[in-house]
């Protein structure tokens, strides 16, 4: 098959076991992001599509060739790593051509392919500058043409954005993705942070423990998380107990429900309710009613928190649709049955 | 954290006792030494205060100068050789498990603390014929007969090398431990192989390490003095065992302070133009 496969990796570091049974096929072009959090894996499944671990037991296939045990230096994939890893004693152009000379390529070709390279990430005529005069999205941006040298396979790029400030990480995550599709490269970013995932990716894969809990496109994910803390991980969720009452209906901290139906022969479940979907209504005109205890005006939304039945539900508005609501203040929660996505308990 | 340069008097106190032991043990005897140079020597009795430079002349004489050619080419050698083992050796111990790299460092700093004369007597013994390690190579049938290995300039370079090794292994652990492991990482995924990716990077990157120790190594083993009395032949004797036999057996001590001037100035002389060429180097 065409593509990156990976069929079920295993890396064992002495009684701990980081990667779990992990299978993912990524075909060509892709962009995928390994979200979760720290210790969860992530960076060590791709060490090991790097070649930088070998996996304990498991396979991973390129165009369906067997690469598990090709050392990395004749893998030919790009990496960019979280440190960055620039060399310092080389200048920025030696940096970029580092891979170019070690295949032996001559004096021009190096120099055609560093000029290529830093128009492609908008630093041109940076290549006799030294590495250590470079500001933190220069070097961010340096490190990705050199791993993008010898026009790679594969693009492998590890917390690349980690160490910038959130204005700048934001414009490289877009920078990034627009790159991506102008190379048409398959491309896997390992990440912790959900909003870069949903930015960037094609294909979100979030791990935790180890293992893969759901591999989907970003609003998929969003939309119907696989799991509890799929749902948490990825966006802000209340998350509530639900059960079903044996007379058909569903209730949700002891109120019922309308129009919201379990499973067959599922009796508990929890219930993911996005805050832009949760609507506050009048008292008693929706299905829970409940005490304001916070609004949080943002400017551009509008934050509500309504206490009711020991938890506290958020709501989310733009303020064209600002519900004119204040501390102290007793309304009504709406739960639109269609936006409550129904997990296991 | 940043600190304030020091201001007043009192700012600089702590410096106070520093500085008188550095005058009375280092600034006085050294310029009394560089006094002692210029007199004239009395057969009679020691030496008396004159301004000559006989001493300086008399060190001009092809014999002189091809002791002291050899000084500094032994501490050359033993500088290379430290680093080019050390090296390697230490990089690969900051890559072992933290309890791994324990032990080595343990046992290091154990061999500083045997003194020069029991590294001399002990490798005495490992070369020579009747004890040496040519009885266990004759066991394995790797030759016919022991053989002795020593006096001769081999022995004097082991000897030295070992006795230098655990400074070197010191002085560049730090460095190597605080060397980024994904710099070589980032050199493999772009294609170099292990070794390569070695003398690519993480020797350019730790250049200044290098020379330092280099230099370290070099000015101690220019003062070395008993190895090559023990391991060596006339010939392999240093510049320091002549001072030694001027000053002691010879009571000739101005030329022995004007030889121990001369040295001094050579080996400062050498560090300078050591440094002088990495800077020039890196302003590239």
């Known amino acids: ?345 | 954290m940043r600190r304030e340069p020091p201001k007043t008097a009192a700012d600089y106190a702590p410096l106070a006792f520093p500085a008188l032991m550095l005058t009375l043990f280092f600034v006085v005897p050294f310029s009394i030494m560089i006094a002692v140079s210029f007199f004239r020597r009395d057969p009679a009795g020691f030496y008396k205060p004159d301004f000559v430079l006989d001493n300086y002349a008399r060190f001009l004489t092809a014999f002189f100068g091809s002791v002291l050619g050899f000084s500094l080419m032994l501490a050359v050698l033993v500088a290379l050789c430290c680093v080019a083992i050390g090296f390697p050796f230490t990089y690969l111990l900051t890559r072992c498990a933290r309890r791994v790299q324990t032990v080595w460092l343990v046992c290091l700093l154990s061999v500083l603390s045997l003194s020069e004369v029991i590294i001399g007597f002990s490798w005495s013994t490992l070369f020579s014929r009747t004890a040496g390690i040519t009885n266990i190579f004759v066991a394995l049938g790797l030759m016919d007969e022991p053989v002795a290995l020593l006096p001769s300039f081999g022995a004097v370079l082991t000897g030295m090398v070992y006795q230098a090794l655990p400074y070197t292994i010191l002085v560049l652990y730090p460095a190597l431990v605080r060397l980024d492991p994904t710099l070589l990482e980032a050199a493999r995924t772009l294609g170099a192989s292990p070794v390569r990716a070695f003398f690519n990077v993480v020797v350019p990157a730790l250049r200044n390490s290098i020379v330092a120790t280099l230099i370290m190594v070099f000015v101690f083993a220019l003062g070395s003095y008993l190895l090559p009395q023990i391991l060596g032949r006339p010939q392999h004797w240093t510049l320091s065992v002549l001072i030694t036999d001027q000053a002691i057996y010879q009571s000739n001590m101005p030329f022995a302070a004007a030889m121990a001037v001369f040295l001094v100035l050579i080996s400062l002389a050498l560090v300078g133009l050591t440094l002088l060429i990495g800077r020039r180097e890196e302003a590239s």
């Open chain 1, 1 to 345: 098959m065409s593509g990156l496969s990976i069929d079920a990796v295993t890396k064992q570091f002495g009684d701990f076991r980081a990667v779990d049974d992990v299978s993912l096929s990524v075909p060509h072009g892709t962009f995928v992001c390994l979200l979760g959090p720290s210790g969860c894996g992530k960076t060590t499944l791709l060490r090991m599509i790097a070649g930088l671990e070998e996996p304990t037991s498991g396979t991973i296939a390129l165009d369906g060739a067997d690469i598990t045990g090709v050392p990395t230096h004749r893998r030919n994939f790009g990496m960019v790593f979280q440190s960055l890893a620039l060399f310092p004693h080389l200048s920025v152009g030696d940096n970029i051509s580092y891979a170019l000379r070690i295949r032996g390529a001559s004096k021009q070709e190096q120099r055609k392919r560093v000029e290529d390279l830093l128009a492609l990430i908008h630093l041109p005529g940076f290549a006799d500058r030294p590495v250590a005069k470079l500001s933190g999205g220069q070097r961010q941006r340096v490190a990705i043409a050199r791993a993008l040298a010898l026009s790679p396979k594969l693009f492998l790029l590890d917390e690349p954005l980690s160490a910038l400030d959130a204005k700048l990480r934001e414009a490289m995550q877009v920078e990034l993705r627009q790159l991506q599709q102008r190379l048409g490269i398959t491309t896997i970013v390992v990440t912790h942070d959900q909003r870069e995932a949903m930015t960037m990716a094609d294909l979100v894969v979030v791990m935790g423990s180890g293992r893969i809990l759901q591999a989907a496109p970003p609003i998929e994910i969003y939309r119907r998380p696989a799991d509890a803390f799929v749902a948490g991980f990825i966006g802000i969720t209340n998350l509530l107990p639900a059960d079903a009452d044996g007379a058909g209906r569903t209730m949700v901290l002891g109120h019922a429900v309308p129009g919201l139906k379990l499973p067959a022969g599922m009796a508990k479940a929890s219930l993911s309710v996005r805050p832009e979907d949760v609507r506050i209504v009048a008292p008693g005109a929706g299905a829970l009613d409940g005490t304001v205890t916070f609004v949080r005006d943002l400017g551009g939304t509008i934050e509500t928190f309504v206490q009711t039945g020991g938890t506290t539900i958020m709501a989310v508005a733009t303020p064209r649709e600002r519900p004119d609501v204040s501390v102290g203040q007793q309304v009504g929660i709406a739960l639109p049955p269609e936006s409550c996505v129904v997990l296991k308990s």
